[in-house]
């Protein structure tokens, strides 16, 4: 005898799940799938039932209290003969641009000087993270003061430059400025987190070599930080997006659901809120939100292709 057991054939398939029908395969695997099921239950509740329901109430008419009536693509038909649809998105893509852009270069530049930064590292990460937990109806209503025309602390600024007064909050571009400011405010920290987080995980052995050969700040952010860095790059860009095209609370505190002096502040979410809630046109809301969707749909792609594709180049 060499001492060595051998596993009968039949407990081998019964620890394998070999010689077992599929059907009793997956029902003995029953204690995990409800272990997950609190997950899957709450999506299907909260997730999946609503965006159906959106999709199916987009080809209908329906003010909340009497009976649904199919229209087909009537509302969608109106959505693309609405003006105040294509002044929504308009606002919608001008303000995403006027805050997304300088966010994220903003917050590379911080992340940049904060990872070289020797003392009071903790106390800065603080401090740029504590404008996105505040909450987004004070600051709205903060920023508001700070815009207003009469005891607004940027006119006060400009009187003292000499510099005339503005309407920030009662003319078009003014409106655009102060929110994208509020969201450039909000967002500029959590990013530079983020970028921070990326920046240490960058081998410094990379910036000893480059400091040895002669390379110089703005060819090694080039030439290593920003190559490094386009995974977290292209995180934050599509988080961004998505956000950025879902702009709602700044304009509606700012300005109200009018959208301000010339519907400049009316977003597409502003619409949709307006429309569903206000106008109780639910069906016609139905297709504004399904356009919010193929937006974000499209500019999340645009952005994955450009910096998707560019590394898949080198």
């Known amino acids: 005898?060499?001492?060595?057991?051998?596993?009968?054939?039949?407990?081998?398939?019964?620890?394998?799940?070999?010689?077992?029908?599929?059907?009793?395969?997956?029902?003995?695997?029953?204690?995990?799938?409800?272990?997950?099921?609190?997950?899957?239950?709450?999506?299907?509740?909260?997730?999946?039932?609503?965006?159906?329901?959106?999709?199916?109430?987009?080809?209908?008419?329906?003010?909340?209290?009497?009976?649904?009536?199919?229209?087909?693509?009537?509302?969608?038909?109106?959505?693309?003969?609405?003006?105040?649809?294509?002044?929504?998105?308009?606002?919608?893509?001008?303000?995403?641009?006027?805050?997304?852009?300088?966010?994220l270069v903003l917050a590379l530049l911080l992340a940049v000087m904060l990872q070289s930064a020797v003392r009071f590292t903790n106390v800065y990460r603080i401090a740029y993270f504590i404008p996105n937990v505040t909450s987004l109806v004070a600051m709205a209503i903060f920023f508001s003061s700070i815009f207003s025309t009469n005891f607004g602390l940027v006119n006060a600024a400009l009187r003292s430059l000499g510099i005339p007064q503005q309407d920030w909050l009662g003319q078009p571009w003014g409106i655009k400025i102060a929110i994208s400011t509020m969201i450039v405010w909000q967002w500029v920290g959590y990013n530079t987190l983020i970028y921070l987080a990326g920046l240490q995980a960058i081998p410094k052995e990379q910036y000893e070599a480059a400091k040895v050969d002669g390379a110089g700040p703005v060819r090694t952010l080039f030439s290593i930080t920003l190559p490094q860095l386009r995974p977290v790059i292209l995180f934050t860009v599509v988080i961004s997006t998505i956000g950025g095209l879902q702009t709602f609370t700044e304009p509606q505190v700012m300005v109200g659901n009018s959208g301000g002096t010339g519907q400049s502040g009316m977003t597409v979410v502003l619409l949709f809120y307006r429309t569903a809630f206000l106008d109780n046109d639910y069906g016609y809301a139905a297709a504004i939100a399904l356009s919010i969707f193929l937006l974000v749909l499209l500019f999340t792609a645009i952005n994955w292709r450009i910096f998707r594709g560019r590394s898949d180049d080198r």
């Open 1 to 103: 005898m060499t001492g060595t057991a051998t596993v009968p054939a039949a407990a081998t398939e019964a620890l394998t799940g070999k010689g077992q029908r599929p059907g009793r395969r997956i029902w003995s695997y029953w204690r995990f799938y409800l272990a997950l099921s609190p997950f899957y239950i709450l999506f299907a509740v909260f997730g999946l039932y609503p965006m159906l329901s959106t999709i199916v109430l987009a080809f209908q008419r329906w003010d909340g209290l009497s009976a649904r009536r199919f229209t087909g693509l009537g509302n969608f038909q109106f959505l693309v003969q609405d003006p105040t649809f294509w002044t929504a998105l308009e606002n919608t893509i001008v303000l995403f641009f006027m805050s997304t852009v300088p966010t």
